[in-house]
């Protein structure tokens, strides 16, 4: 019963990293920094949720008779989202250290975005913080860039897996 899990999870996963890893590249050439997009309104929600809801589904259906615990469905999913936030990490890296320009745009577009806060929202902040990050912007690498990028993936695909497993959940009848 593990044999099918853990298969069909690193199946999704690797699949599901490198068309993580593709978006992340035609984002950056489309004019759109992908470290830029708000965690709310990332990609990634859709791509956890379409490869998890296959792999649970698949699973499910075709391998257990019907029957999907919730223990099942944390397992599976999370291996996707582990095997998928880090193949699409390594391809952040891969990809940020060969492009010159990526860390420099992001540079770029957050301190211009930065920039445009409104007073209420610095003071909400607090100046301090707020003077502190735009001062920190410029040392910013690819290296911060991944590790971000890499702990967003797994807070996003924590909470999706969570969703489709009780979703997909199906016991047995006694």
């Known amino acids: ?3 099918p899990l853990l298969k069909l999870s690193i199946r999704y996963g690797l699949v599901a990293g490198v068309m993580a890893s593709a978006v992340l590249v035609a984002m950056f050439y489309m004019g759109r920094h992908p470290a830029m997009v708000s965690p709310f309104l990332d990609f990634r929600i859709m791509v956890f949720g379409i490869f998890i809801f296959f792999n649970l589904k698949e699973l499910r259906d ?4 019907g029957v999907l615990y919730f223990w099942q469905g944390m397992i599976g ?9 880090v193949v699409s990490s390594l391809g952040l890296q891969l990809f940020g250290s060969w492009e010159g320009e990526f860390v420099s745009q992001y540079i770029k577009q957050m301190t211009d975005y930065l920039k ?4 209420e929202d610095i003071e909400r902040i607090g100046k301090d913080v707020y003077e502190r990050n735009l001062n920190d912007l ?12 890499f702990a967003q993936g797994i807070a996003i695909g924590f909470f999706v897996n969570i969703i489709l497993s009780v979703i997909l959940r199906r016991q047995p009848k006694p």
């Open 1 to 3: 019963m593990k044999q």
């Open 62 to 65: 075709y391998y257990q008779g």
């Open 77 to 85: 999913g999370g291996l996707i989202v582990l095997i998928a936030t």
């Open 116 to 119: 445009t806060f409104p007073k």
């Open 138 to 149: 410029p040392e910013t690498n690819i290296r911060k860039l991944v590790e971000t990028y």
